[in-house]
């Protein structure tokens, strides 16, 4: 009986042989699975003794395979390196290259997937994964005035400051106020959860106008509502930083 696969993907580096209540099944780690750019890894399994022999399956363990509250790196994790039956059922396969990221450093820890005994992953198992320390508030509050021109200046500012921050939902979290005559919530800070999007929506932030200036209502606002209120989707022991943004930067 042969199994065969992509040779570039290292089809067949780990072989175990597999059986639970729908039969006999040959369980082939495949660890270079969706290069040349992601290289995830994966599982196929393969049936035996059927009286039609059928293809091998991928069971697309990467998808199902995720560690919660961090900004996950599956790229080149290599899942099926390890792979591994449980005589109780199911069996474990692991991708030693997977890392996570907090701010710009990536912790390469790895990872094994739990799966049943029905091909249904149970559980990612990473202990050495640990929670960014990280996490920060940042409202950006914006003079929209008419004393601010040419506004262009305002958001080509933004995006440069933007790009340099970790944003996602355990990192950094950004919202931007905008105040002249009268104050606008431009987004709150769980709005956006990457900074792409944080970039995006900035750029599309139009000037507000008016004769006046309520700076001070504008800080207020953003103290109020968004540090204390019930915008602000992050912990109470973040750090909070207020970023004020005035013609005099310009």
């Not at 004769?211 to 103290?223: E, K, P, S, V």
Request: glycine share 8%; charged share 15%; aromatic share 8%.
């Amino acid at each position: 009986m042969t199994f065969s696969g992509p040779l570039e993907d290292m089809f067949g580096y780990t072989v175990q042989q597999y059986e639970n209540e729908e039969g006999k099944w040959v369980l082939i780690g495949s660890p270079l699975v969706g290069q040349p750019e992601k290289r995830t890894g994966d599982v196929y399994k393969c049936p035996v003794g059927r009286d039609n022999q059928s293809p091998c399956i991928k069971l697309n363990l990467p998808d199902a395979t995720s560690v919660p509250n961090v900004m996950e790196v599956k790229e080149n994790m290599t899942l099926g390196t390890t792979l591994v039956t449980n005589p109780k059922g199911g069996f474990l396969a692991c991708g030693p290259l997977y890392a996570y990221k907090c701010g710009r450093l990536h912790y390469t820890t790895g990872v094994c997937s739990n799966v049943s005994s029905t091909f249904e992953t149970v559980k990612a198992i990473a202990p050495s994964v640990q929670e960014c320390k990280t996490q920060l508030d940042i409202v950006i509050v914006l003079d929209g005035s008419n004393s601010i021109y040419p506004w262009e200046s305002v958001t080509a500012f933004l995006n440069s400051l933007l790009r340099n921050m970790d944003i996602g939902p355990q990192q950094t979290q950004v919202g931007i106020v905008q105040y002249g005559q009268t104050v606008v919530h431009e987004f709150y800070l769980n709005t956006y959860s990457t900074t792409e999007e944080v970039m995006a929506a900035a750029l599309r932030i139009r000037q507000r106008g008016g004769t006046q200036t309520m700076t001070a209502l504008g800080i207020d606002t953003a103290r109020i509502l968004e540090w204390f209120g019930l915008e602000s989707s992050l912990k109470k022991s973040n750090s909070n930083i207020p970023a004020l943004v005035r013609n005099a930067f310009f």
